[in-house]
């Protein structure tokens, strides 16, 4: 006796692997019910297995330096240079190899509570994390790009055991005498660099959710600093507060204006 579309609807939301035989009884069921459930469980098979490639694919440059001999290799990534306003923020994380990477991306292409898993995961289990905060004067002063780099070589200094090799992402740091290698859309191509990308962005999505009880009325809880219509609008009506880089273009607008 056939299966109920119940029942297989059951058996294939189970975490045990399906077998060849019911793959083959599924694809002779003639019933349209069956056969919608097989090309969505087929179409999640797809997904898992594209996943699992990705995830392997993103190791690629880790396992290269390991086989190298190399122990401790640390990823980085900022959060924060194209901001009107808010701090800079790098992070530089060194993980286990056989950290569970599942999901892990750059920190853009993921979504608010996958980050904040993702966070915690990586806080709990890498092998040393470092966190590095430029604020705004230092930004002004110096510009944003040397103000990231600022940013990574504090991150960097705080790593125990020291690395013995960087991944950055799009960026060779200055002034730093550990060996390191830029990668184009690194934090999409390695996951150490990945790992940094959500620790860093998440370390700043926080602070400007809490500047926002700071300065009511700007947004810095939904655009992060970013130079947004609502946030343009929001400085020509409210002005330009401390946390503003006067800086950068359209903040200077402002200021010449009144």
Same mark, same amino acid.
Do not use: C
């Given at each position: 006796?056939?299966? =109920?579309?119940?029942? %297989?609807?059951?058996?294939?939301?189970?975490?045990?692997?399906?077998?060849e035989?019911?793959l083959?009884?599924?694809?002779?069921?003639?019933?349209?019910?069956?056969?919608? *459930?097989?090309?969505?469980?087929?179409?999640?098979?797809?997904?898992?297995? +594209?996943?699992?490639? $990705?995830?392997?694919?993103? %190791?690629?440059?880790?396992?290269?330096? %390991? +086989?190298? @001999?190399?122990? %401790?290799?640390? #990823?980085?990534?900022?959060?924060?240079r194209?901001?009107?306003? #808010?701090?800079?923020?790098? +992070?530089?994380?060194?993980?286990?190899?056989?950290?569970?990477?599942?999901?892990?991306?750059?920190?853009?292409?993921?979504?608010?509570?996958?980050?904040?898993?993702?966070?915690? !995961?990586?806080?709990?289990?890498?092998?040393?994390? @470092?966190? @590095?905060?430029?604020d705004?004067?230092?930004?002004?002063?110096?510009?944003?790009?040397?103000? /990231?780099?600022?940013?990574?070589?504090?991150?960097?200094?705080?790593?125990?055991?020291?690395?013995?090799?960087?991944?950055?992402?799009?960026?060779?740091?200055?002034?730093?005498?550990?060996?390191?290698?830029?990668?184009? !859309?690194g934090?999409?191509?390695?996951?150490?660099?990945?790992?940094?990308?959500?620790? +860093?962005?998440? =370390?700043?999505?926080?602070y400007? /959710?809490?500047?926002?009880? !700071?300065?009511? @009325?700007? #947004?810095?809880? !939904?655009?992060?600093?970013? #130079? =947004?219509?609502?946030?343009?609008?929001?400085?020509?009506? *409210?002005?330009?507060?401390?946390?503003?880089?006067?800086?950068?273009?359209?903040?200077?607008?402002?200021? $010449?204006?009144?």
């Open positions: 006796m056939s299966r =109920t579309i119940a029942d %297989w609807k059951e058996r294939l939301s189970s975490s045990e692997v399906i077998t035989d019911e083959a009884e599924l694809r002779i069921d003639s019933r349209m019910g069956v056969q919608k *459930l097989l090309q969505s469980y087929l179409k999640q098979q797809e997904r898992i297995q +594209a996943e699992q490639i $990705r995830v392997e694919g993103m %190791w690629r440059f880790e396992r290269q330096l %390991w +086989a190298q @001999g190399k122990s %401790w290799i640390a #990823g980085v990534d900022e959060a924060g194209g901001p009107l306003a #808010g701090p800079v923020v790098a +992070a530089a994380v060194i993980l286990p190899s056989d950290f569970d990477a599942t999901g892990l991306n750059d920190s853009k292409q993921v979504k608010k509570e996958e980050r904040n898993r993702l966070r915690q !995961k990586i806080e709990q289990e890498a092998i040393t994390i @470092g966190v @590095g905060v430029i705004v004067p230092y930004i002004d002063k110096y510009n944003i790009l040397q103000a /990231t780099y600022q940013a990574m070589r504090i991150a960097l200094s705080q790593l125990q055991p020291i690395p013995d090799f960087i991944l950055g992402d799009a960026v060779k740091i200055p002034r730093v005498t550990i060996p390191q290698h830029s990668i184009i !859309k934090d999409a191509q390695s996951h150490s660099i990945a790992a940094a990308s959500i620790i +860093a962005k998440t =370390t700043r999505d926080e400007m /959710t809490q500047l926002a009880d !700071k300065y009511p @009325g700007y #947004g810095f809880e !939904k655009h992060m600093g970013y #130079g =947004t219509p609502e946030h343009l609008q929001a400085i020509e009506a *409210l002005g330009v507060t401390p946390e503003h880089r006067s800086s950068f273009a359209p903040v200077q607008a402002v200021l $010449r204006s009144r």
